[in-house]
């Protein structure tokens, strides 16, 4: 008898679940897909738990452009699936293409039973983009590889990215709708070489990963800020590429320059983020645990206070400070001045900056009249584009074979053109300032005129008597000694 009851219990839960199964599943079929709650002030979502193996169907199903996907299985939770989409898709900024505002999903039992996925673009111009990243990855991944290590590669890639991207000016506006969405990708940053904060975040991501360097996507929503953050010595550091990517350091308000790169957000502690703005709370204000607390290894490093990129060649590492090419032992940590950029009439020499010809040994930088060359073989300096310009030379960049540089007049850039440049065709010849062919007594005189005024026009290569990377009086002494002679 008791059994009998038992079984009679047993089939009455049964028809009570079948009951609520069916009701629930032609609610399911009634009920309209949720759009996943994406905030838009908000790059990336507090940290949450999932299943590795959801992670890895999810993206497979993005990068085979699937429409939908049915995760039933992994029993997540309607109101988490936000968070985990968010934390997946900055992981994988090589999906840019992927539409996370446009994704929806439906629910069973108050878990996430099938995703529909949605795209920007059609699977065809996807892959066509795709392919373009995938090149424009090529040339800065070469040059990691020739590294020694990784504070030098997460250096290189810090450099490149501020130096080959202009940002996206609609991202100063309060309204994040006015950005174009590509703007928020590692397409645009790395493609388009224009983005804000997260495609240049994304960027990094992208570079690091393909590089196999451990870095992270950090965002504060009170700031409506991304950054990044980098594991290294198993410590970590706060980088910032957005706010070391303008020249407000040089005396200008809100400017873009190709080759301009300050490292003042490069490799810090929680505490000095929190004290150079990187919070509104006077404490940690964005999306990550406080990993960074002890993190001051670097503090006062060589590269504080340079404005311009850092370049390997060789056993040297080269980079502009305070008016001087600077020539740093990448082993030993010693420096030497391989060459003075002169001060002239309306010129600073903060203005001038490093672009580096990674199929030479060729290093250029941009002064008063022009470009000139530096030979990191011999160590020689000579004019290989004159500015003919109304206006300045404010900024050099390599992209690809062409050298860019910024037409800047009245606080603005009017212009970014490509340098025609042009290498002397002869031999050096010492003194022959004016480039007549030989040396002679005009020399001397253009020399003693340019001393005490402007080097416009003239060849500092030829005038450097003594080879000291400087032009001063003891070449004019030279070179009247030799005259004599």
Known sequence: MKNKKRIKSLIAVFLVFVICFSINVNAQEKEEFQSVDVDENQFLATYVSYPADFEKDFISAIKNYKSEINVSKYRIYGSNISAVLYEICNKYPEYFYYDLSGTSYSTFMNRVAVIRLEYYYSESKCKDMIAQLERAVKTPLEQVEKLNNDEEKFLFIHDYIATHNTYDEDGLSDNVDLVDDISFTAYGCLVLNKSVCQGMSDAFILLCKRAELLSYFVSSEPLCHAWNMVKIDDKYYHLDITWDDNATNSGYDFIELNGYVSHKYFFKSDDQFIESGHSKSGRIDWDTENKANDSESYNNFYWENVDSCIFYIGAYSYYIKDGKLIKRDRYSGSIETAYVIPNKSGWDYSYSKLAYDYTTNYLFINEYDGIYAYNADSGDVFKVFNNSENGLILGIAFFGDE?????????????????????????????????????????????KQALAGSFEGLNKYNADMNADGEINTADLLLMRKQYVE
């Open 403 to 447: 050298l860019k540089y910024d037409v800047v007049k009245n606080n603005s850039v009017v212009a970014t053109k490509t340098a025609s440049i042009v290498f002397p065709t002869s031999e050096k010849i010492l003194g022959d300032i004016n480039d007549s062919g030989e040396f002679d007594i005009n020399d001397i005189l253009d020399l």
